[in-house]
């Protein structure tokens, strides 16, 4: 089991929001349980927001007015008795509040509010929702996650995602068709978690390498290439000065090793080497670089983890283990160390 201050400093790391002045009070916190976490990061970025003010978009209205404007529905309004009382039906775009973006806001509050969270934290749930009158809730099924931000609502961006976290990760369905939030993300999401806490912990601590999770083109001399699936990396660690590449693959499964019916040992996850073997392989390296690859699991509570450290056609593959129920200053020194082995 993850402790509740881990998650903390994994969403921080993931989020580079939750290190700003606004949040550092939610840091000293207590928290019971990953819910009550997430409730307050998201009450605490609803309340940021507003002084910001909240995100206007142009919204399609349909309906008859006294004083036209927009485009006049003139067929409409001819089979509807609104010319009786002077009034044409119109369609126009009203700037509003009740933008997606805002929706997903308010969706969220209201199911936080029928949560296991403290009293207090629903109190000002409930002073946030005021602001929010003139929002429309979603159903929580039919929400679309597929965001386009621009530049008047990049701010939304962790909001959205945390957002996603509590709709996605802690909301669940009970025998009666109620629904409840569960006080651990599953790990599906804690899995998404892993990565992008690797990959913004690199990116904030050692800012003397170069940090990215780019894609991965196949190295094809003949076929048709889109075809082949997409080779996407979760983090890639890149040294100027000695021209070492460490390709890191972020793993959180249940279970790390494999074995077979009637086998003496465990061996590794024969689908995982094969995938940081290719990401390897199909690197366009140049001439003075070096790539070696790794696979970091999250570690279970099995008491066989995996650990090694091959040469593979020329190439450096290692496997190891992150252990994430621990300190969090040894979280960083494992992460560290890993960093050294690219940076000399």
Not at 42 to 47: D, N, P, R, Y
Not at 98 to 120: F, G, M, Q, V
Not at 255 to 277: D, G, P
Not at 326 to 331: H, N, P
Request: charged share 20%; aromatic share 10%; with cysteine.
């Amino acid at each position: 089991m993850i402790p509740i201050y881990n998650i903390y400093y994994m969403l921080s790391y993931a989020f580079r929001l939750l290190q700003e002045q606004g949040y550092r009070d939610v840091a000293t916190e207590d928290f019971h349980h990953t819910g009550e976490l997430l409730a307050a990061i998201l009450c605490k970025g609803v309340a940021v927001q507003l002084k910001r003010g909240l995100y206007h978009s142009y919204i399609r209205q349909e309906g008859p007015l006294a004083a036209p404007r927009g485009k006049l529905e003139i067929s409409a309004s001819l089979k509807t008795p609104t010319l009786y009382k002077k009034q044409l039906i119109c369609t126009y775009d009203e700037f509003s509040p009740n933008a997606y973006l805002n929706r997903i806001l308010k969706t969220t509050l209201l199911i936080l509010l029928r949560a296991d969270i403290s009293k207090e934290r629903k109190k000002a749930i409930r002073k946030l929702l005021v602001y929010f009158a003139q929002v429309d809730p979603l159903k929580v099924q039919n929400i679309n996650w597929q965001m386009q931000y621009e530049r008047n609502n990049q701010t939304y961006r962790m909001l959205i995602e945390i957002c996603r976290l509590i709709l996605q990760g802690l909301l669940q369905s009970t025998a009666d068709g109620a629904t409840r939030i569960m006080h651990y993300l599953d790990d599906m999401h804690l899995s998404k978690l892993y990565e992008k806490f690797i990959l913004g912990y690199y990116q904030h601590e050692h800012p003397e390498m170069q940090v990215s999770a780019p894609q991965i083109a196949w190295q094809v001399t003949a076929g048709n290439s889109a075809l082949l699936p997409r080779m996407q990396t979760d983090v890639v660690l890149y040294s100027k000065q000695n021209g070492k590449r460490l390709i890191i693959d972020a793993k959180f499964y249940g279970s790390n090793l494999q074995k077979k019916a009637y086998a003496v040992r465990s061996t590794l996850l024969s689908a995982h080497l094969y995938q940081i073997f290719t990401y390897v392989k199909n690197w366009p390296a140049t001439p003075d670089e070096s790539v070696a690859g790794m696979l970091l699991y999250a570690k279970t509570d099995a008491d066989e983890q995996p650990e090694g450290n091959y040469i593979i056609s020329g190439h450096p593959i290692s496997v190891t283990t992150l252990d994430l129920s621990g300190k969090f200053q040894d979280i960083a020194a494992k992460l560290d160390a890993i960093a050294t082995q690219v940076t000399t």
